[in-house]
């Protein structure tokens, strides 16, 4: 479920048309829904609701302070991969002391900060790094907890690029592994591993390696309660799916379903961390047609939006329906689906201006006949969309609306050409 629906032949984000909103923004633009958010925010909360979890927003997938703001009056917290994105939390009002943070490569300054910040959880995920976190909570005299990350080896079945949870990934310890480091550092004074952590992968379209990867690690917190190690939360990452297609993904409830019990009475205080299953079908990119041509037997789209804005179909073949934004009568769909089989559609590839030839957003795509000044909504953008987008070819990041009923934010006006050299003087 969404809040971008077609009425009257116009799409809408909320009670707005996205029409209206592009003649106070220009393209191309981030819009995202504010009700959308929060609808998958507390979905998680509410079919998590007999463990009482502590939903920690991945903030990587979308981390505009506003979102962090309006994520955290709900009562979010929020996991982070860099000092950066701790103080986007900090910046945006949320509280540290709900803060996970995970990454293999924190520096010493990262870590002071985070120390510093009193944040719940220092994913671990080696043993020179738990070295380096007891040396430096020892000379601040502060003690932090640790969540272990360990690697269950399981597959996700989802893009070679984001499969984090196998065995040879860079992330976490391998599981077999997890008993020596508690053997070393589990009765450490400075770091307290009280935690396990797992994430295995983005996006998981079965709730299967979830069942797999949480049974091998109830196992590891069972062998190591036996040994006497008190293990009070279990973080089991995010990678839930969202709807690039129309019920594409499974919801949060019929994630739940399989996942709750088998964490109910285990006396685990459950952390989750979903992003894209929050942030990705509350945005879409609009960008406009600049020109149409033939290329070989191919039609060509070139649009205003470019891989520097959107670069997940470059980067991981990612899919993104796009439609135009104002349609005849017959092209005014309710659905995202990969075959459009509408009589008068027209097979095109949709490119950016970008000097590259990955520089697409879709290829062989079936769309409404186009011409220049057309808007096109790129949906299920709001997930690593603004977040991974660049300044390449000197061009000038989007900016990013929220609409919330019918208000208009800009919550990160377009960037400029002196924005572009600021840094340069
Ligand atoms: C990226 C990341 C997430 C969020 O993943 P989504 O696919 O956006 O839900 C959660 N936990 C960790 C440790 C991550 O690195």
Redesign the pocket.
Known sequence: MDHFNYKDQQLFCENLSIKEIVEKVDTPSYIYSANTFKHHYEGFQKAFAPLDPLICY?V??CGNINIIKMLSEMGSGF?V?SGGELFRVQQGGGDSSKVVY??VGKTDAELLQAIEAGIAFF?IESEAELENLIRLSQSVNKQVHGALRVNPDVDPKTHRHTT?GKRGNKFGVDIERAQKVFKDYGNNDWVKLSCI?I?IG??VYTVDPYVSAITKTLELIDTLRKQDFTISSFII????GADYLTGQSPSAADYAKEIVPLIQNKNLKLIL?????I?GNAGVLITKVLYTKQAGDKKMVIVDAAMNDLIRPAFYDGYHFIWPVSVDKKFEIDHRSQDIAIEGTQTVDVVGPICESVDFLAKNRALPPLKRGDLLAVFTAG??GFVMSSQYNARPRAAEVLIDDKDVNIIRRRETYEDLISHEK
């Open positions: 991945s990587k997938a996991d991969v995970a990454g994913n984090t952590h994430h983005s996006p990452g995010g990678g839930f961390e979903p992003g894209r299953s942030a997930a690593y």
